[in-house]
């Protein structure tokens, strides 16, 4: 195979890939009815209408995080904040071309109230508009695949391409960016540009990229224990205080609008009491231990509640994240952090909070799919469990959308799906997977892919 050839190959892939999403983003997605981005819509309009700096402050009140009732259908956004300046760039370039589309969703409306009246309409005017906050997910997922095709494999380029093709065909995937709508691949897609700066000695770019994933959702936050520890391992102290300095530089980058607006403090605030118990279940129809432990009724236990002393359900979450983390950290220090080994331990360190946090959501695992990716390049024994977790990150969020469920149930020719079963099976099989997985990276030695990069005065990454 000539050297154009995998590269020729690696943009027909992306290009396939995006033309997919393309022709599935201007459906209704969850309950069909556009789901979150009917807040994103009405965002993106708050931000062109009245100021950036004042997207969270009516969540003080309509949030049931910052109320204490129940959500009486009002807008608020607790997304951070990079993806909601992408999408009000996007809003902005789009207003030139089809304003009345944005001036459907007036920040002041009440999602209830639409409900009963004129909903529908609503979205049906609006596709394009919908199709345009997707864009961000499906750039990101080309760009996922792209890297995939060029660094996802080892000496041989079809391994790279299967990967590539493994993940933009990946109908999970596929269905959380196109019909959903999530942004997860644009943290996600950070994230690998992390890890992989980091693998090279960049600790600056690495830093900053994984600052920027923090800043587009918080599920990004578990990687931070993986790439701070090994840059203080393994980088020189300039090196990471530098790295620090940069990224702490752009997080008041994202939010000197805030700042400068007088918001900041009662922004901050909205972000953190929505993202910290928030949602305060052991499980947001997160098929994982916790569901499991529940019995399928994972909203109908709360995570705060004491089970031994100042024991709860949430502490032993976290604890049980953290130990993954330091096991994974551990045997990277200890068998070093080639490529292979890198993205297998981030992909355990994914399963490992998706199966032990609490108040997570169906999503939430989705990042181990790309990683796993990028270690099945490298190692044939991976693919196994990513296509076993490819079927139950699909299996978990289709179940959990009527707009799924209804019509296939119609389609079956019975009255309803038997949910709660269905998901205690998927719950079963990530909890395997997560321990067959974690199995994986702890039984194997280190391989030598490529000769490790050497770092500026300090040893090899």
Known sequence: MSPASPRRAAWSIALAGTLLRLCVAPSYGYLGADGDLIEHKQAVHLALTQGFARLY?????NDPALTGREWNGGFFINNLPLILYLRAALGLVYQRFEPEAIALWDSRLNYFELEKTDLRERLAASRGFTVLLKLP????????????????????????????????FNPGIVF?????????????????????ALSRGHATVAWTALALACLTKPQAWAFGPLVLVLSLLRFPRREWIRAAGAAAALTLLLFLPFLLRGTLTASLDALCRSTFGGEPFVSCNAANLWWLLAGGRGYEMRDGIPLAGPITPRALGLLGFLSVCVLVLHDLARH?????????????????????VTELHENHMI?????????????????ALFAALSVTL?????????????????????????????????AAGNVAAFLALSAVLLGSRSRAETPPVECAEHGSV
């Open 57 to 61: 402050v009516p969540s003080a009140t």
């Open 137 to 168: 997910g499906i750039v990101a997922d080309a760009g996922i695949v792209l890297a995939l095709a060029l660094y996802g494999g080892t000496l041989a380029p079809w391994t790279g391409l299967g990967a590539a093709a493994a993940y933009a």
């Open 176 to 196: 959380d960016t196109a019909f959903w709508g999530q942004h997860d691949s644009v943290w996600v897609g950070l994230v690998v540009w992390s890890l992989v």
């Open 336 to 356: 070093g952090a080639d490529l292979r080994r890198l993205f297998l331990g981030a992909a355990v360190v994914g399963m490992g909070f998706f199966t032990f």
């Open 367 to 383: 990042a181990v799919i790309p990683l796993l990716a990028f270690a099945a390049g490298r190692d044939g024994r991976v693919w």
């Open 394 to 426: 699909l299996g978990n969020m289709a179940l959990f959308d009527p707009a799924v469920t209804a019509p296939l149930a119609g389609w079956l020719g019975v009255s309803e799906l038997p949910i709660r079963a269905l998901s205690l099976a998927l």
